[in-house]
């Protein structure tokens, strides 16, 4: 019991206010050891000693990492304070020179060897190793002479006076490409040799960091939140709307399985099955074009709560993200800023904003309005963006590059133009608005000299999107000519209130724009039939820098508002009718989340595509460079599952 108190005391943790570590009962710790607990409901330390162990276990991580293996320390272990031990290392050759100085790498970091003038022996094997070569030493820690110490290397004080080397693992000559970070290979040819690309530094930080932040988001939700992990199936069945599926064909002819994009439908059946409150790190599938912040599989934290609103669990992500956040960046806001969908388009022309500079959309719909002739359609709308004289660079790459994505948007035109003078531009702006309007145009967006304008009209939705993008890729374009915009840091926010539906490709046709679980805004519900489109949700989105890296939404426990939200959406309902059964059998309300993973670590790391979070990822097409796959199959096999491919099997 003495151990166990004196390794609670010495525990540097967090608790909450309500628990601080002078009112924990160590008893509590040592019966959770010897029975298993229903649930825990606060903070549990997170290396408790179990009652048979000794003094001479560690509850720091980084003095385990040797635990179990043949080396003494790692090659990023060593100081000044390790002179005079005698230690044993195992890693990668790094660099060698003149047969005598080696630099021995492993995951943890580098360390300087020095072989004897003596050891004529070693100095000749090291003449035949390839780099990369797996060794293991052993030697004594000396300090280096003070001329040769390296203060860039945390072991630049100290060198290893090698007195056994043994060659592990002779790595063949000439590898793909060096692990040196001033060479990198390009990607494709990282991906094809993954095991190699994952030696590099970044990499392995990248991994470590994502490992680290995964294991505090399950502690939080365990040992705080009373959360359980349940897995859920991957082989589920088609679901309609939504994202590409991935089908597998089966043994039953004519019939498939699909990957699941995400467990929604089983969480909600859990939450019918009194698992109060369910997360699950999750592996999902959607059979869609990559892009750098996609992938046709990818993670997500999966969360679902019964007895919930939308308040509730907003608050648990933003405590969950402000306990697992990594310790190199700066702590999060207990509260995240909140925007409505309707003031995200209004001001920022996209539904995940990058409030990190400003530059926000100006609505100048009624303005060009008074010119009839350019009022196209019903929903009309008239949006600009204006970039004063410092920030004033429109030159033919950027202007080539913004007309080009304006052809994304059919429905409204574009104006991009440098203004001299607030008179100049009413002089040329008045062939398209007449005067009248351009005069009360440029004193509305209180245009000064030497400006950048953008200015789009028509279908008001393409117009705010439009101007949403040029207002983002402007700005990445001064960046990368090195003009400082956005603000530092993470900046998160919720934007919340977004539309239930959407119109689909069918005339007067609706489409979820959440998911086709997720439950109307209870002050809208009224206007279901007569006007679905102004109808919004109590879904939500997160969004970081400009990147939505997670969503949810209250569901609908409910089952004829499912069954009627079922029919706006066209869609069979004997399909789903394991749903309408599962909220017909008594389903408490409920509702959660799902955060990007690698999206999320993505940001936080400052990578350019989530490929770099990832260890084994695919291409843009989707496809695996290290294996080889997707592959051909055999005709036995197409035979077994009831397939046959058109082409012929290479």
């Known amino acids: 019991m003495y151990r166990i108190v004196r390794t609670v005391a010495r525990m540097k943790l967090s608790f909450p206010k309500k628990f601080p570590p002078s009112q924990l009962n160590p008893k509590r710790f040592l019966g959770a050891h010897l029975c298993l607990k229903r649930h825990v409901s606060t903070y549990k330390p997170e290396n408790v000693y179990l009652v048979d162990e000794d003094d001479t276990s560690g509850s720091d991580i980084s003095n385990n990492v040797n635990k179990y293996t043949q080396r003494t320390h790692t090659c990023g272990d060593l100081r000044s304070d390790n002179v005079g031990e005698r230690v044993v290392l195992c890693g990668w050759l790094e660099f060698q020179r003149m047969n005598k100085f080696v630099v021995l790498r492993d995951s943890y970091g580098v360390t300087q060897l020095i072989i004897s003038e003596k050891d004529s022996k070693t100095q000749k094997l090291l003449q035949s190793l390839p780099l990369e070569t797996i ?6 820690v000396l300090s280096r002479p003070d001329g040769m110490k390296n203060k860039s290397q945390l072991t630049g004080d100290v060198e290893v006076h090698v007195e056994e080397f043994t060659v592990l ?18 990607e494709a040819l990282r991906m094809q040799y993954r095991y190699l690309d994952l030696r590099f530094p970044l990499m392995q930080r990248n991994l470590r960091v994502r490992s680290e932040m995964l294991m505090k988001m399950r502690q939080f939700l365990v040992n705080y939140g009373g959360f359980v992990d349940v897995e859920t199936p991957t082989l589920f069945k088609a679901t309609p709307g939504g994202a590409q599926e991935f089908l597998v064909p089966t043994r039953f002819p004519g ?3 699909s990957l699941v994009q995400s467990p929604q439908q089983f969480k909600q059946m859990l939450m019918a099955g009194a698992i109060d409150r369910y997360f699950q790190i999750a592996r999902c599938y959607r059979d869609e074009g990559a892009r750098p912040d996609r992938q046709p599989e990818f993670t997500q934290l999966d969360i679902e709560m019964s ?7 907003l608050l648990l992500v933003e405590e969950l993200l402000g306990y697992s956040w990594p310790r190199f960046l700066e702590p999060l806001p207990k509260k995240f800023p909140r925007l409505t969908f309707h003031d995200a388009m209004e001001l920022y022309g996209s539904d995940q904003p990058d409030v990190r500079f400003d530059f926000k959309l100006q609505n100048c719909t009624e ?3 008074l010119n009839n002739k350019l009022v196209n359609c019903d929903d009309f709308g008239a949006y600009c963006v204006v970039f004063p004289k410092e920030y004033a660079n429109l030159d033919k790459p950027i202007k080539e590059h913004l007309s080009e994505g304006s052809k994304q948007f059919p429905l409204v035109k574009f104006v991009q133009t440098k203004v001299t003078t607030p008179k100049e531009f009413v002089s040329k702006i008045s062939k398209l608005l007449t005067e009248p309007v351009a005069a009360k145009l440029t004193g509305h967006i209180n245009l000064s000299d030497d400006s950048i304008v953008f200015l789009a009209y028509g279908n008001k939705t393409q117009a705010q999107k439009l101007m949403g993008k040029v207002r983002v890729d402007y700005v990445d374009y001064l960046e990368k000519l090195s003009v400082t915009i956005r603000k530092k840091g993470m900046h998160l926010l919720w934007v919340v209130d977004m539309p239930l539906f959407e119109p689909s490709d069918v005339p007067n046709g609706l489409k979820s724009a959440h998911h086709l679980f997720t439950a109307p805004n209870a002050a809208d519900v009224h206007l279901l039939e007569s006007a679905p489109l102004q109808v919004r949700s109590l879904s939500f989105d997160l969004v970081l820098n400009g990147n939505e890296v997670g969503g949810g939404s209250v569901r609908i426990h409910d089952p004829n508002l499912q069954e009627k939200v079922f029919d706006m959406l066209g869609i069979d309902k004997s399909s789903m009718q394991h749903i309408i059964d ?4 008594g389903c408490p309300p409920h509702g959660g989340i799902a955060l990007g993973l690698d999206r999320l670590l993505s940001k936080i790391m400052g990578t350019a595509s989530i490929r770099d979070v990832i260890a084994f990822p695919k291409t843009f097409e989707g496809r695996d460079p290290l294996s080889g796959a997707p592959s051909p199959v055999s005709e ?3 035979k077994l599952y009831n397939i046959k491919s058109i082409f012929p099997v290479k």
């Open 636 to 638: 036995e096999d197409q």
């Open 307 to 313: 007895f919930t609103n939308l308040d509730g669990i």
């Open 255 to 257: 019939q498939f399985y």
């Open 582 to 585: 599962m909220l017909s059998s």
């Open 169 to 186: 693992n002779k790595s063949k000559d000439n590898l793909p490409f060096n692990i040196r970070e001033f060479q990198k290979a390009k």
């Open 367 to 369: 303005i060009v309005k």
């Open 135 to 140: 060794i293991q030493v052993k030697g004594t």
